[in-house]
């Protein structure tokens, strides 16, 4: 039996999930609005944010799972990657509630964690499968031998795809993040009625800083001859931006499929939320033959049920760790 609480504050959302036995009973989310007035997140403003929503998220996760504090058996929270001073709060917290309850503690690392997200809820992906991880800071195409035996084929050399939505959104002079208001103006669009560059790189790896400046020139060029383009075109724009930022991401997956012989094909992350992403894979799984597993949209961008079971598998091998451990921002996969 084991019944964990687990913590994500890497970013801006305080989420704090409740495991119980490998099956999420809570998980709470709480999103930070306040970033949308700059324009991205601010990492001060986050951790600040976190410290306030902290103690209220962590009540309302025990009573949505009808849960008192004191029949846990332990606490987990995300150590890494993410913003640090974020980080600090979720692991600071975790440390003394672990120490208040005499419970052990476990730190899951956030990357593997988006990926065992598929975990969760049936049906699951069978080892190995690859996953492309999509989210706000990374983009990767990963081989998962095992729960924590992942290794990295493929990974972008400059901005990951959810920035590539965020920066190009912010072109298009839509509040952030982008990235969900790109795909819900891409519904009414033409996918095709736009063409921007793609990138040029060798092996499995990705570029998207190229992308996105092709999309400006095109922007600045447009707005010359008519100062309304973005205005009276912006979903035939969007739809033709998430054309090609799919297309450059499928393309490489199928790659790797290809390359390793794996018909198992998982994506994770934020951009895992976007709806050709969705589309796309579905129908490349019906053109080879693949079992694909998309998430739940909640289990999609940041969620510490992730985090929850994760931990739970660090559970079973009483894979614990001591007070002295330290939030890290940048963490080896
Ligand atoms: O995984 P996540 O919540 O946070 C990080 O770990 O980064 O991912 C956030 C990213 C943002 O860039 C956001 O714009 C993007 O995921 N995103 C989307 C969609 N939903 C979230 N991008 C495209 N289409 C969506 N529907
Ligand atoms: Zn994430």
């Not at 997200?117 to 195409?141: M, N, R, Y």
């Not at 994770?268 to 129908?283: E, F, I, M, P």
């Amino acid at each position: 039996m084991s019944v964990i609480l687990a913590i994500e504050s890497s970013c801006d959302e305080t989420s704090v999930a409740i495991c119980n036995n490998g099956k999420i009973t809570a998980n709470v989310i709480a999103n930070q609005t306040i970033h949308q007035n700059y324009g991205g997140v601010i990492p001060e403003l986050a951790s600040r944010v976190h410290q306030q929503n902290i103690v209220p998220v962590i009540h309302q996760a025990l009573l949505n799972a009808k849960v008192n504090k004191n029949e846990l058996n332990a606490v987990a929270f995300t150590q890494g990657p993410g913003l640090l001073g974020s980080l600090l709060v979720g692991v600071s917290f975790a440390k003394s509630f672990a120490l208040a309850l005499d419970l052990p503690l476990i730190s899951v690392n956030h990357m593997h964690a988006h990926i065992l997200a598929h975990f969760i809820d049936d049906p699951k992906p069978e080892f190995p499968f690859l996953c492309l991880t999509v989210s706000g800071g990374h983009t990767q195409i990963v081989l998962v031998k095992d729960y924590f035996d992942m290794e990295i084929i493929g990974e972008t050399l400059d901005d990951a795809a959810g920035e590539a939505f965020d920066k190009t959104a912010k072109l298009l002079k839509l509040p952030y993040p982008g990235g969900p208001l790109i795909d819900k103006h891409a519904k009414d669009g033409d996918p095709l009625m736009f063409k921007f560059g793609e990138p040029q790189i060798r092996d499995l790896n990705y570029s998207f800083s190229g992308f996105k400046t092709s999309v400006l020139y095109f922007i600045r060029d447009r707005e010359k001859e008519n100062p309304n383009f973005i205005a009276e075109n912006l979903n035939d724009i969007c739809a033709s931006v998430q054309y090609s930022i799919v297309f450059i991401l499928l393309n490489k997956l199928k790659k790797a499929a290809k390359q390793l012989g794996i018909k198992e094909i998982a994506i994770a992350g934020g951009v895992s939320a976007n709806s050709g992403l969705r589309t796309g894979l579905r129908d490349l799984a019906n053109e080879h033959n693949w079992n694909v597993y998309i998430p739940a949209f909640e289990y999609c961008t940041d969620n510490a049920a992730m985090i929850a079971m994760a931990a739970h598998y660090k559970y079973i091998n009483k894979e614990f760790v001591g007070q002295g451990i330290a939030p890290l921002s940048r963490m080896e996969f």
